[in-house]
């Protein structure tokens, strides 16, 4: 179920929060509200933790996770890193990693099975990820931008890409992630998908500007009606299926 | 350029997203809406004027463009659309792609203009038309509103006269100024007692013409000015010009006797001569010995001179004997050789015997048997205070000027001519001061007609006009060929007629 909201009256929601299917993390805002939404969603599954990373809020963008671990720049201090530690369950990893690229948000998309990355990532860092988060790590570049964290978002089910991402390319990502993905926008038009949308296998939350279209593509490219009966949703996915492929 | 170093490329098909308001699928762009929503969304005509007040003057229908300029134009011309997108105000931030005119009620006072602009919005650039509305308000202009509160009032006047008494001059001036079309911003010509008058509006136009007649003519000129209005706090003088010019008396075919200082200085040329051309200087030849030079016109007016007798007194002659001589000259574009003749008057020939041997300058013109215009000096009384004062001079019995074709024209019976002439429109003064005898014109006008026919020089910067309704006359078969000479048809120029049945009949 897509929830749409604002972070103090900016729609980029995936900036400020990060989302996975083991926890979420959310930043320090002035007013409760931004807290309160991803705790009443989430809050009796996975832990929702307050924090920063490198003093900023821009939580979202600085670090990379799955269910198994979560990677943080090496601007992180050590008060954020205990604290993170402290509030995670014990099976996550915390690791911070030494890169040049500190906004590992913004360089590494993945789920629990695979990541894709920057290709300008260190050997090392990559390494890191294999190991830390237990995925199969691909370079790659979406619509000819190196920031794959940036233009994409997908879960274990599926995935959401930059809009002028070309039939090809979206068929060899669709093969090397094994889900469905699907070139689309979020925030009314904005092909920022990383910044608009922070998704996991059971929902997603994007920006208050997100349109009812772009909303129902995001649904159903993460499967996100299932809870529902599943007649409404199987005559859905027919009428859907014939309009965006 | 990837392709040009070779590189393999995988063919990029662009896939298809759904617009993010409405839903359809289309191809990406840069603001990932379809076309529909981003017109709906954004109005790049915003801020652009739609309506817009603009001056007409009904009486010469121009336009204002403020602070001062009015143009001239017609409705739904090319100069009215310009006119009117220079009034639309912020045009720099759209671009302007087309602009059209759409049909309004000439008495709505009302112009539309449709117009499409485009602008870049969200990295896309839309394009959108729409229409402004123009409404027309009546406002005499500056020009117009002069003129008809005073509709004489004149800035400055030409006051052309030639003190002679024939008015062959202002008939080729009248031509020359209808060729080039100098005479364009005169607001009134009047035809006076020996002279003409021109009005213009403004002192400028007044100097232009007077230039214009230096050039075509020996003037000579002065400027006076009189004050009508003064307005001390802006210190503005508003004055009446007159420009008074006085062409020499000298004519073509006039005979002069050169007074003693001025025959000195021009080498002592025999103080008879006749007068051969005039334009903006004087051409004088000397019958007698073939000399000829010319005369400009500050040399002329230092030492002005009166002709001596003039074309009115032009006596004919009938031709009986000629002896040419070897003596050719050229002057001026025409040849002359020297000749001794025998002539007698036609009034004596038959009835007496008086024959006249003289000496002339058209020895190539004349043969025995031809008639030829000159001055009769046997029977002339002349009282000229410069004849007096050459001691000792040897008057010549006649002097001949031009060969006559009076006889063949009679025979010939042409009324009508080939071609025509246009005129100046005039103002005749008809008190009775200033009145010109009608007859006397037209036979004047006649005999300029004639000239022009005979002298091709004269042609020169004339336009001749082919007439249409010229017919020629069942005569002309019977008679010998052309002799009277006649403008050829190379030289008439076609006759604007904007007509278009008379279309097939132009020729040049």
């Not at chain 1, 530690?85 to 915390?94: G, I, K």
């Not at chain 2, 209005?229 to 503005?236: I, V």
């Not at chain 2, 002309?476 to 097939?504: F, K, Q, R």
Request: hydrophobic share 35%; proline share 4%; net charge negative.
């Amino acid at each position: 179920m897509a929830t749409r909201l604002q972070f103090e009256n900016n729609c980029e929601v995936g900036v400020f929060s990060k989302l996975t299917n083991a926890y979420c993390l959310v930043a320090i805002g002035g007013s409760e509200s931004f807290y309160s939404t991803f705790e009443a969603e989430l809050a009796d599954v996975i832990p929702v933790v307050k924090t920063s990373i490198a003093g900023s809020r821009i939580v979202g963008r600085m670090c990379a996770g799955n269910k198994k671990g979560l990677l943080l720049p090496h601007t992180t201090t050590d008060q954020e890193l205990q604290h993170l530690r402290n509030s995670l369950p014990d099976q996550v990893v915390v690791q911070r990693i030494e890169e040049r690229l500190s906004a590992l948000g913004n360089c590494i998309a993945c789920n629990d099975h695979v990541a894709l990355t920057h290709p300008d990532l260190d050997r090392e860092t990559e390494e890191m990820i294999a190991d830390v988060l237990g995925v199969e790590v691909f370079r790659q570049t979406i619509a000819g931008n190196i920031l794959v964290g940036s233009y994409c978002q997908f879960s274990n089910r599926g995935g959401l890409v930059h809009p002028h991402t070309s039939v090809e390319d979206l068929d060899e990502l669709s093969t090397l992630l094994q889900v469905p993905l699907v070139a689309g926008t979020v925030n009314r038009g904005s092909e920022v998908i990383g910044a608009g949308l922070t998704v996991n296998d059971w929902t997603a939350f994007c920006g208050s500007a997100t349109t009812a279209t772009e909303l129902t593509v995001i649904e159903n490219v993460f499967k996100l009606r299932e809870a529902q009966p599943m007649a409404i949703v199987d005559e859905m996915r027919k009428s859907l299926i014939d309009s965006y492929v | 350029m990837a392709e040009q170093a070779g590189m393999f490329m995988v063919h990029q098909t662009v896939g298809s997203v759904l617009c993010c308001k409405c839903g359809i699928p289309m191809q990406p762009n840069a603001a990932n809406m379809c076309v529909n929503c981003l017109r709906s969304e954004e109005d790049i005509t915003e801020g652009l004027q739609k309506h817009v007040i603009i001056m007409h003057c009904p009486e010469c229908s121009c336009y204002l463009q403020p602070p001062k300029t009015w143009i001239k134009a017609e409705l739904e011309s090319k100069e009215l659309l310009q006119f009117c997108l220079k009034r639309l105000k912020n045009m720099n931030k759209v671009r302007l792609v087309h602009a059209e005119f759409v049909w309004t009620e000439p008495h709505s006072k009302r112009l539309k203009v449709k117009l499409s602009v485009q602008k870049e919005v969200h990295g896309a650039i839309l394009e959108q038309s729409y229409v402004v509305e123009y409404v027309v308000q009546d406002y005499m202009c500056t020009s117009c509103s002069r003129i008809q509160a005073n509709p004489d009032q004149w800035v400055a006047c030409v006051q052309l006269r030639q003190h002679v008494s024939h008015r062959r001059t202002f008939f080729y001036i009248e031509q020359l100024i209808l060729t080039h079309d100098a005479a364009s911003h005169a607001i009134n010509i009047k035809q006076v007692n020996q002279g003409i008058d021109f009005f213009f509006s403004n002192r400028s136009h007044a100097v232009k013409f007077v230039e214009f007649l230096g050039k075509v003519a020996p003037i000579n000129h002065r400027h006076d000015k009189q004050l009508v209005s003064h307005d001390p706090k802006s210190n503005d003088y508003n004055y009446k010009h007159t420009f008074s010019v006085e062409i020499c008396p000298i004519c073509r075919e006039d005979l002069i006797c050169l007074p003693p200082k001025v025959a000195l200085s021009l080498g002592n040329l025999g103080p008879l001569v006749i007068c051969t051309k005039v334009s903006n200087s004087i051409t004088l030849l000397d019958p007698f010995t073939l000399r000829h030079c010319s005369l400009d016109a500050a040399q002329y007016w230092r030492t002005s001179f009166k002709p001596l007798l003039s074309s009115r007194q032009l006596v004919e002659y009938i031709v009986l004997d000629v002896e040419t001589s070897n003596i050719e000259v050229n002057a001026g574009g025409s040849k002359y050789v020297l000749a001794e003749v025998e002539v007698a008057r036609v009034c004596d020939f038959g009835k007496n015997d008086q024959i006249f041997r003289i000496r002339t300058h058209l020895g190539r013109l004349l043969s025995p048997g031809d008639f030829a215009l000159g001055y009769d000096l046997y029977a002339a009384n002349t009282n000229d205070i410069d004849l007096d004062k050459h001691r000792g001079l040897a008057l010549p019995e006649a002097v001949l000027i031009k060969k006559s074709y009076e006889e063949k024209r009679q025979r010939k019976h042409r009324k009508n001519r080939l071609w025509k002439l246009k005129s100046l429109n005039m103002e005749v003064d008809n008190t009775t001061k200033g009145r010109v005898d009608e007859q006397k014109m037209n036979s004047e006008y006649e005999q300029f007609l004639r000239d022009l026919e005979e002298n091709p020089e004269l042609r020169f910067n004339i336009s001749l006009y082919h007439n249409r309704d010229y017919q020629p006359s069942e005569m002309a078969s019977v008679t010998d060929g052309g002799d009277v000479p006649s403008v050829p048809l190379e030289e008439l120029l076609a006759d604007l007629d904007l007509s278009d049945e008379d279309m097939e009949d132009v020729e040049e």
